[in-house]
């Protein structure tokens, strides 16, 4: 059985080199944002509001995403994540 995260989804575990291909397409910092934009307006998320904050993560400053929209099962982001 896979491990669980503390919320109770499948971990996942991706290749380096998929990471940093993921990484390499959005040469601006402002599309991958629009992106997320994007994806939260996606026919079946259906998005109402999106918040945008920040988070730190040990010694570093993270910007946060999320919705309000329909999401992904726990199946679905495995799957995309692995």
Same mark, same amino acid.
């Given at each position: 059985?896979?491990?669980?995260?503390?919320?109770?989804?499948?971990?996942?575990?991706?290749?380096?080199?998929?990471?940093?291909?993921?990484?390499?397409?959005?040469?601006?910092?402002?599309? +991958?944002?629009?992106?997320? @934009? !994007?994806? *939260?307006?996606?026919?079946?998320? /259906? +998005?109402?509001?999106?918040? @945008? !904050?920040? *988070?730190?993560?040990?010694?570093? /400053?993270?910007?946060?995403?999320?919705?309000?929209?329909?999401?992904?099962?726990?199946?679905?982001?495995?799957?995309?994540?692995?």
């Amino acid at each position: 059985m896979a491990r669980l995260s503390e919320q109770g989804i499948r971990l996942s575990s991706m290749s380096p080199s998929f990471l940093n291909s993921n990484s390499t397409s959005h040469t601006w910092p402002f599309s +991958a944002v629009a992106e997320l @934009i !994007d994806n *939260a307006a996606d026919p079946g998320v /259906l +998005a109402k509001q999106i918040w @945008i !904050d920040v *988070a730190t993560e040990g010694d570093q /400053l993270c910007l946060t995403f999320t919705d309000n929209g329909n999401g992904m099962t726990p199946n679905k982001l495995h799957k995309m994540l692995r």
